[in-house]
C-alpha cells in the first residue's frame, strides 16, 4: 500500500518538464538530481520554506523516509501542499529514470539558481536550450543575452556557462546542435519525448527540415517570435509556452490525427 502523502516515481515522470511540475525538492547532501529539483538543507526548512513560491510540493531523499516525511509536513504547516517521493532517489533510479549531472553544471550563486549567457536575439537553440533548463534541470535558472562579442567576459564576471556559441563546452558538435549536447551531457538522454523534440529542434537549427516534418513550423514559429519581440528575455517566455506545446504532443499526442470528418457530432439514430 502506498505511503500517506506520497507519490510514485512513475506518476512523478508525468509531472516533470511541464509547467504544473511541483517545487521537487532535494533533501540530500550531495547526489544527481532528479530533472527539475532543487537542493535544500532539511535542517532549514523553518528558513526557506516561507520562500519556496509554490503551492505544491515534493520532498525527495535517499529512501523516503524520515528526511523527506518530516520537511513535507513542515512544508505542510506552512500551507504548502507537500508529498514526498515513494522509495526517494533509490526507487527514481532503480526504475532506470534520468538524473541530471550534478558535476556538469556551472555553480549556482547565492540563491541556489545557475547561471547561463549566450548571444541575443535567439531563434531556435537558444530558447529551447532555456526551456530545457528550466523545465528539467533548474526551474528558476538565469539566462542572460548579451552581444556575441561579451558572452565570454560576462561568463567569467558572473559564473555563467556560456551557451550556443562558438569554442564552448555547450554549443555545437558535428551534426549536432546544443540542445542535443545538452540533452546528453545532462543526464537526460533516453526520454523518449525529449529524444523527440530534439530531432525536431536539430532539424529546425541546422536547416535540416527533412528530419522532422514539425522542424519547418517550429523554425517559421521561432523566426515569427524574433520578429515579435524586441526584448529576448520576454521573447523567452513566449517561446516557453511552444516548447511546453511540443514537448506534451511529442509525449502524448504524436499518434493523434485531425480532420473535419473525425470531429463531427455523430448523427443521431431516430427511434
Known sequence: MPAINAISADKLLRLI???????LIDVRPSGD???GSIRRPPEDVEAWAGGLGAANAI????H???????????????????EILEGGAEAWAGA?????????LPPRDGEGRTRWVTRARP?????????????????????????????????????AAPFDVDGVFWSHRGELCTFDVMIAELGLAGLPALDRLATIVRGADTARPELAPQ???????????????ADDGAQLEAGMLVYDALYRWCRDAVDETHDWVSHQPKPRVKA
Request: hydrophobic share 50%.
Open 64 to 82: 523516503g523516509g524520515d528526511r523527506s516525511a518530516g520537511v513535507a509536513a513542515w512544508l505542510r504547516h506552512a500551507g504548502v501542499k507537500a
Open 215 to 229: 522542424a519547418a513550423g517550429l523554425l517559421a514559429v521561432s523566426l515569427g517570435l524574433s520578429r515579435m519581440f
Open 96 to 104: 532506470g529514470l534520468p538524473l541530471v549531472r550534478e558535476a556538469v
Open 123 to 159: 531563434k531556435v537553440d537558444r530558447i529551447a536550450c532555456p526551456w530545457l533548463l528550466r523545465r528539467f534541470v533548474d526551474p528558476r535558472a538565469v539566462v542572460l543575452f548579451v552581444a556575441p562579442a561579451e558572452v565570454g567576459g560576462v561568463g567569467e564576471t558572473l559564473d
Open 59 to 62: 520532498v525527495i531523499c535517499q
Open 33 to 35: 538530481l532528479i530533472p
Open 17 to 23: 518538464g511541464t509547467p504544473a511540475c511541483p517545487a
